[in-house]
């Protein structure tokens, strides 16, 4: 039910100094008004629960259990009254203290005085059903949520401000448009309607709809990051590169060779983009069972990279396991780190050269830092193509934004194609609907309640 109020925590799991009760519906207040007694030098007798709770002020008071008078927690409540709220509801938020038990107690609490338990994204939902944001603006919630640099929080914030939708609705206009007058010329006589040439419109909105498109891959990237694996033979350093783009000693580093037995994950903030490292065990011929599944993994971690740091050692000769795994990374996006700068070099760089074809080379020094901005910069430029910076483009980060913009380009460029070959407007108008459907899919004018459960449901409870 659309109209029932709803419940739930929305601060995180586990210890804090503060955790937050929400409930949203017609309901809200009341139910407030059950639970909470409100402390102040301005008492009176009969207590607070005759007293009004005036909207956009924060309460301080005690939330009391109303079957046996049991104190639950000292907090402050606020209510928020429709439809200048989140989710254009009465909305109540009850901060307490941030632990489990506290947290749990008003929970059931409001529960048994007759809200609900919210679903994954409820209220986010609610936002979208109630037309305070559109699809695409609910989903960048979830974005600026997760967001993992600084970079990230400003494609998802100006998606959130309705940068993205504005343009979608505006090329979908556009479209709507277009099928318009066909479906007129198709309707009335052919002196009733003022010929219009619709190529330039059409050509219009099908560059807007690439423009999109364009940086649609850097958007991901910014949004999702990119899962980088950091590969070589025993001892050429990976680890200790690890520690050093992390600037913190996050991996056991020893002389012992084979001291990675398995993969280790961390996320770094690479000029703007978040980078998950995946630091391997050293890919090598062995006979002990622990490292053999060391190597597998290294093996399968390559297998799943967006990109691949190859490690060498440029203190020693380039060696038979460093050519096995030139050819094992050959396929993959790479980067080479010629590490161990710092110590005389014995590395033939021409042999090492033709055994990675084009991947760029850098040299670095893990011990010394020495060469690590340059690994940043190289990464970002492999990366991204050279774009390592937002400025103030309009970048689609979402993957389900970027799949629906490429279906309505295809029925855009059929549109077009049709229109071109001379086939009748009614066949034109096919495709043009198509297009503008899909768009609707992004901003949600044309969206379905499966979709609707399949992104809402990645939401936290809460949320």
């Not at 690439?210 to 649609?216: M, S, V």
């Not at 994950?265 to 490292?291: F, H, K, Q, S, Y």
């Not at 094992?328 to 005389?344: E, G, I, Q």
């Not at 609907?433 to 499966?450: C, L, Q, R, S, W």
Request: net charge negative; charged share 25%.
């Amino acid at each position: 039910m659309v109209n029932d109020t709803i419940a739930a925590i929305s601060t995180p799991v586990g210890e804090g100094g503060i955790g937050i009760v929400r409930l949203s519906g017609d309901e809200a207040l009341g139910i407030l008004r059950k639970v909470f007694v409100r402390k102040g030098p301005r008492r009176d007798a009969s207590g607070d629960h005759s007293r009004p709770l005036g909207p956009w002020r924060v309460h301080y008071g005690h939330i009391v259990d109303p079957s046996d008078g049991e104190t639950v927690d000292e907090v402050l409540a606020v209510h928020m009254a429709a439809p200048n709220t989140y989710t254009r509801e009465d909305v109540v938020e009850i901060s307490c203290h941030g632990g489990a038990i506290p947290l749990q107690s008003i929970l059931g609490l409001v529960l048994r005085q007759g809200a609900r338990l919210a679903h994954p994204g409820e209220f986010t939902l609610r936002a979208f059903v109630n037309g305070r944001i559109d699809l695409a603006q609910a989903e960048s919630v979830l974005d600026v949520i997760r967001a993992r640099t600084d970079v990230g929080l400003r494609v998802a914030m100006g998606q959130l401000g309705g940068r993205l939708s504005h343009e979608i609705k505006a090329v979908r206009a556009q479209v709507v448009e277009i099928a318009a007058y066909l479906t007129a010329t198709i309707d009335f006589a052919e002196d009733e309607i003022p010929e219009q040439d619709i190529v330039p419109s059409l050509d219009g909105a099908i560059l807007r709809v690439q423009d999109l498109l364009r940086n649609a891959d850097a958007g991901i990237v910014y949004r999702q990051g990119l899962r980088t694996a950091i590969v070589g033979r025993p001892n050429v350093g990976k680890s200790s590169l690890l520690n050093a783009l992390l600037r913190e000693n996050r991996a056991i580093v020893t002389p012992i060779p084979g001291t990675t037995r398995d993969t280790l994950e961390e996320v770094v903030n690479l000029r703007g983009i978040p980078i998950v490292l995946v630091d391997t065990a050293g890919i090598t011929e062995t006979d002990n069972v622990v490292e053999q599944l060391g190597v597998e993994r290294s093996r399968q971690a390559i297998a799943t990279a967006d990109l691949v740091i190859f490690v060498v050692d440029g203190s020693q000769p380039l060696s038979r396991e460093d050519r096995e795994i030139a050819a094992l990374v050959a396929a993959r996006p790479r980067v080479t780190v010629v590490n161990k700068s710092d110590l005389p070099r014995c590395l033939e760089m021409r042999e090492l050269a033709d055994s990675l074809g084009d991947a760029p080379i850098v040299h670095a020094s893990a011990s010394t830092a020495d060469g690590l901005g340059e690994i940043e910069a190289v990464v970002a430029r492999t990366v991204l193509a050279g774009d390592v910076s937002t400025s103030d483009a309009l970048l689609v980060s979402n993957p389900r934004h970027k799949d629906v913009l490429g279906r309505a380009l295809a029925h855009l460029e059929a549109a077009r194609e049709s229109h071109s070959s001379g086939m009748p407007a009614d066949f034109v108008t096919i495709d043009l609907a198509a297009a503008a459907n899909a768009f609707g899919e992004i901003t949600g004018e044309t969206v379905t309640e499966d979709l609707l459960d399949n992104i809402f449901s990645r939401f936290c409870i809460g949320k």
